[in-house]
């Protein structure tokens, strides 16, 4: 019989994996809040989706421009180090988010400027964080890693929305913030007690050097571009967060709690999916398996921008996060196992730059549309465009659709 639920042997076996996972996970869930908290902030001081986009879009360069110096930082120093420091950057970044929200007056330029530093020190962490994980435990239950790390994520996207949205109608923006700022600590104690993770001997010094020879090594290797690309088409046409503060409000005709549940449906679904990923390791060509996924989330989306009834919403967008989580878990197997140790903080790298910066450009693509047309229309447009996107992708990138784990091999016997 299959596998169904996922392999728990990382967490059982690899002390340093679960001090990994146990600080990301509170981290994770204060990030949420603030996830939450900067969109509401800015559509309450601006009634405007338009703003919601472009906050999300100042956020965009300091994290792509963190995600390459990280990587290229996490390939030739200690990633636990670099994680420990970026913490602590990250903490004081939401501690001014909170300053900021207990003026009076809080300042919009406060709030773009502060969220886009806090973006940045993300994008430093994120790749040595997720190059980490390959040297914590085995080859053998590094997909059941993977998939831990996406429970992580998804728990966060649940419970750290649903939680803000309350939060925010009993506390205030400023305890959200605050909230945030201490959860970062968990990851400052996690990293002081796992061991270091010294790079690979022989890496490149960290500079531009460094990140050209990291571009190039993509190039080379058409199934990991294939695996960015792809993923970029989901999260920019497929992606509508931008306009849940308006449709809470015009569609839906409620106030934060809806806010909190329109952000959490995807994880709930998406959590739902990565507990039951162990079907995932038997799935041989994992190419194919990725654009089944994204077409499943487009479409769901696209169905998502027709209901005007909240539960039906609510599940379209769980169903849009299984996939979702289907092909994050499948992808991020693609890169890991294609990829080389000394290259791999700088890939992870790319990968975090399109992970959370794909989502940005997909918030201002949504909020202009929906500005020069209707929410409805930005949605269902995208959900079909990313569906269009995916099967050209999948049909001009043959290394991509083609890729596929090679069958185990049964051991030899032993000699005679």
Same mark, same amino acid.
Request: positive net charge; charged residues 10%.
């Given at each position: 019989?299959?596998?169904?639920?996922?392999?728990?042997?990382?967490?059982?076996? $690899?002390?340093?994996?679960?001090?990994?996972?146990?600080?990301?996970?509170?981290?994770?869930?204060? @990030?949420?809040?603030?996830?939450?908290?900067?969109?509401?902030?800015?559509?309450?001081?601006?009634? @405007?989706?338009?703003?919601?986009?472009?906050?999300?879009?100042?956020?965009?360069?300091?994290?792509?421009?963190?995600?390459?110096?990280?990587?290229?930082?996490?390939?030739?120093?200690?990633?636990?180090?670099?994680?420990?420091?970026? $913490?602590?950057?990250?903490?004081?970044?939401?501690?001014?988010?909170?300053?900021?929200?207990?003026?009076?007056?809080?300042?919009?330029?406060? #709030?773009?400027?502060? $969220?886009?530093?806090?973006?940045?020190? $993300?994008?430093?962490?994120?790749?040595?964080?997720?190059?980490?994980?390959? @040297?914590?435990?085995?080859?053998?239950?590094?997909?059941?890693?993977?998939?831990?790390?996406?429970?992580?994520?998804?728990?966060?996207?649940?419970?750290?929305?649903?939680?803000?949205?309350?939060?925010?109608?009993?506390?205030?923006?400023?305890?959200?913030? #605050?909230?945030?700022?201490?959860?970062?600590?968990?990851?400052?104690? @996690?990293?002081?007690?796992?061991?270091?993770?010294?790079?690979?001997?022989?890496?490149?010094?960290?500079?531009?050097?460094?990140?050209?020879?990291?571009?190039?090594?993509?190039?080379?290797?058409?199934?990991?571009?294939?695996?960015?690309?792809?993923?970029?088409?989901?999260?920019?046409?497929?992606?509508?967060?931008?306009?849940?503060?308006?449709?809470?409000?015009?569609?839906?005709?409620?106030?934060?709690?809806?806010?909190?549940?329109?952000?959490?449906?995807?994880?709930?679904?998406?959590?739902?999916?990565?507990?039951?990923?162990?079907?995932?390791?038997?799935?041989?060509?994992?190419?194919?398996?990725?654009? #089944?996924?994204?077409?499943?989330?487009?479409?769901?989306?696209?169905?998502?921008?027709?209901?005007?009834?909240?539960?039906?919403?609510?599940?379209?967008?769980?169903?849009?996060?299984?996939?979702?989580?289907?092909?994050?878990?499948?992808?991020?197997?693609?890169?890991?196992?294609?990829?080389?140790?000394?290259?791999?903080?700088?890939?992870?790298?790319?990968?975090?730059?399109?992970?959370?910066?794909?989502?940005?450009?997909?918030?201002?693509?949504?909020?202009?549309?929906?500005?020069?047309?209707?929410?409805?229309?930005?949605?269902?447009?995208?959900?079909?465009?990313?569906?269009?996107?995916?099967?050209?992708?999948?049909?001009? #990138?043959?290394?991509?659709?083609?890729?596929?784990?090679?069958?185990?091999?049964?051991?030899?016997?032993?000699?005679?």
């Amino acid at each position: 019989m299959p596998r169904i639920l996922v392999d728990t042997a990382p967490l059982r076996e $690899s002390r340093d994996f679960r001090l990994l996972f146990g600080g990301q996970l509170l981290s994770t869930l204060g @990030s949420q809040l603030t996830a939450v908290a900067i969109p509401y902030q800015a559509f309450a001081e601006t009634h @405007s989706s338009l703003q919601v986009g472009a906050i999300s879009l100042a956020q965009l360069v300091p994290l792509i421009v963190g995600s390459l110096v990280g990587g290229a930082l996490g390939d030739a120093y200690d990633r636990r180090a670099l994680m420990l420091v970026t $913490s602590i950057g990250s903490a004081a970044a939401s501690g001014g988010l909170a300053l900021n929200a207990l003026g009076p007056h809080p300042s919009l330029v406060g #709030l773009y400027l502060l $969220s886009a530093l806090a973006a940045g020190l $993300s994008g430093l962490a994120n790749p040595a964080r997720n190059a980490a994980v390959p @040297s914590l435990v085995p080859a053998t239950h590094l997909i059941a890693a993977l998939a831990f790390m996406q429970i992580l994520m998804q728990l966060g996207t649940i419970v750290g929305p649903a939680c803000s949205g309350v939060l925010l109608s009993a506390t205030g923006l400023a305890a959200v913030y #605050l909230i945030d700022a201490l959860s970062f600590l968990a990851v400052v104690a @996690s990293c002081m007690l796992m061991a270091p993770i010294p790079p690979a001997p022989g890496v490149r010094r960290p500079g531009v050097g460094s990140m050209l020879e990291g571009f190039r090594y993509v190039r080379r290797r058409q199934q990991i571009g294939g695996a960015y690309l792809i993923d970029i088409n989901a999260m920019v046409f497929g992606m509508p967060r931008a306009l849940f503060p308006a449709l809470a409000v015009s569609v839906f005709h409620g106030g934060t709690s809806t806010l909190g549940l329109l952000y959490a449906a995807p994880g709930v679904g998406a959590l739902l999916g990565a507990v039951a990923t162990g079907w995932v390791s038997g799935l041989r060509r994992r190419g194919w398996g990725v654009t #089944l996924a994204v077409g499943v989330w487009g479409l769901a989306i696209a169905a998502f921008g027709l209901v005007h009834v909240l539960w039906a919403a609510l599940i379209l967008l769980a169903v849009a996060g299984w996939a979702d989580v289907i092909s994050a878990v499948l992808r991020n197997t693609i890169i890991q196992t294609s990829v080389s140790d000394e290259f791999r903080s700088r890939l992870s790298s790319f990968q975090m730059a399109v992970v959370q910066g794909g989502p940005r450009l997909g918030d201002f693509e949504a909020g202009g549309v929906a500005s020069a047309f209707s929410p409805e229309i930005s949605i269902v447009s995208g959900g079909l465009a990313c569906v269009l996107g995916a099967a050209v992708l999948v049909a001009v #990138l043959p290394g991509f659709r083609q890729h596929r784990t090679l069958p185990e091999r049964a051991p030899s016997p032993p000699p005679a």
